[in-house]
């Protein structure tokens, strides 16, 4: 079992920053990427960024390619996801997942956080 907890979540201007996080607990071994996600109400889950731990071949969602950034501190076990210039469009649930494959699709992820609300306020 792999534990996934968010935090980072919260209200933003429009135009600003913010930064989440997600730390892995348990049996990380079973993990070789982690991803994030997100949700708003009455849509599907989103894909928004990948990265496999121990290397940087990053994968984003053309949405937030340019804007959004993520990394890891493997020392940590905790995945970050840098969010820059934000719009309104980026309010969601924002969701952290652990998986063994290079994937969009949220089916490919075995364990996931509870999630972490993003408000872009205008």
């Known amino acids: 079992q792999v534990e996934l907890a968010e935090s980072g979540g919260g209200m933003v201007a429009a135009g600003g920053s913010l930064t989440l996080s997600c730390q892995a607990s348990?049996?990380?071994?079973?993990?070789?990427?982690m991803a994030w996600f997100r949700q708003t109400p009455g849509k599907e889950r989103e894909f928004v960024a990948f990265?496999?731990?121990?290397?940087?071949?990053?994968l984003y969602a053309n949405s937030v390619k340019g804007r959004f950034t993520i990394s890891q501190d493997n020392a940590k076990n905790t995945v970050y996801l840098q969010m820059n210039n934000v719009t309104l469009e980026d309010t969601a649930v924002y969701y952290c997942?652990?998986?063994?494959?290079?994937?969009?699709?949220?089916?490919?992820?075995?364990?996931w956080g509870q999630g972490t609300q993003v408000t872009v306020a205008a």
């Open positions: 990265i496999p731990w121990g290397e940087r071949n990053t």
């Open positions: 348990g049996r990380t071994w079973r993990s070789t990427a």
């Open positions: 997942a652990s998986g063994n494959q290079r994937s969009r699709t949220p089916d490919a992820y075995r364990y």
